[in-house]
């Protein structure tokens, strides 16, 4: 229906309707499905980086806890510890879709939901009629302006999810945008996590390993939180310390925390080690921004003796100021980068490289990067190249079971194709 009225009305009036017409959609499943997330409590967690794995460690946490647990990521879907591949592309789905999985989980009688919320989801009202009782912010960097336009939208539409004022509130206190978003009351508590000396949840201790990190809270100035995560790199610091807070602020015991966390060891698509035997270290992560991009390859040049070794691109039909950005990033960091199409989507694949390659040229990255557009002929050059003691990254599609190449969807499993390159 919304592509038919795309179709067929001018673009002004589609404006002052689809906004109706998405609230109407949403009404009309919650009443098909009968409301099913009314009787859960439920943890939405929104932010431009590091949703997926915060829920990863809150989901962890809560079975740890006992409680029987439903996830909703952009990289799976968990019912009572039974977990499915998200194939749809999409971090929330239609509200159709997205109330039968609820009602799913209902019959499967989970009593704590974990959902990643987006802001487009928050302004298409897609998360209508689900309860919050817990909205956690990870951080707020550039992403989808194609869509909001500028970043004060990006952020208002974020704010969507706390101004319905759930019970509970959990706010990085070092992102920049931590002053916006603190304007918003929870209707019981509000906490702050980061090693801001105000953080509420202060990261007092952060060891950094090749495969873990060591990690030591301090929560209201006197509760001590210590857990070793097995997902390494700082930004996994937040993620973890985001679901911890959360955890302490729903009353879950300090053990409970710590066990949970400690019981995640991976996220799928996220720095997701490939191992065949081979001498070098390879990984895949889902990173898509400039800020994902800088943390991942600022993570991994910590933990490389050698040479760090990027296949990277960047989506199509989506925000395109990014791009040259992305593109200075991966000069900075990255000893030898290969340029390459991620997902392409109606927009010509060439054009899309160009624009990272302006950033690779600004930042005097031309002599170390080369322009490769099939996907798994760069991945197969960067790891022809690799020698024992490098890392090589390749960013973009993570976990995603398929890609869209000029508008047609394709087969693609990125950490299989990395595998079966190795092993031949």
Known sequence: MKQLLKKILPRGILRQLINPYHWLEALAANIRYGFPARHMYVVMITGTNGKTTTASFMGSILKEAGHRVGVCSTAYFEIAGERIANDLNFTVT????????????????????????????????????????????TNLSQDHLDYHGSMDNYAAA??????RQPRLIVLNRDDEWFDYFNQF???EQKMSFGVHNEADARIAHAHLHKDSSDVELEIDNQTEVKFTTKLP??????????AATAAYLMHIDIHQIEQGIEALPSVPGRLERVAAGQ????????????????????????????????????????????????????????????????????????????????GVKTAGGIAKTEEIADRKEAIEKALSIARRNDTVVVTGIGHEQYRIMGGVREPWNEVKIIRDLLEK
């Open 94 to 137: 239609n509200p159709f879709k997205l109330q039968s999985l609820l009602a799913e989980m209902k019959r499967a009688k989970i009593d704590h939901l974990v959902l990643e919320v987006t802001s487009h989801a928050l302004l298409q009202h897609r998360v209508w009629g689900i309860p919050c009782d817990v909205a956690i912010m």
């Open 185 to 187: 009351s929870a209707a």
């Open 279 to 358: 001498p070098f270290e390879v990984f895949v992560d889902y990173a898509h921004t400039p800020d994902a991009l800088e943390n991942v390859l600022e993570t991994l040049k910590h933990l490389t003796k050698n040479r760090l070794i990027l296949v990277f691109g960047a989506t199509g039909d989506r925000d395109k100021a990014k791009r040259p950005i992305m593109g200075e990033i991966a000069t900075r960091l990255a000893d030898r980068i290969f340029v390459t199409d991620d997902e392409t989507y109606t927009e010509d694949g060439a054009s899309i490289r160009t624009m990272l390659m302006e």
């Open 158 to 163: 974020k704010a969507k999810l706390f101004s």
């Open 233 to 242: 790199g700082k930004f996994n610091v937040y993620n973890a310390t985001a």
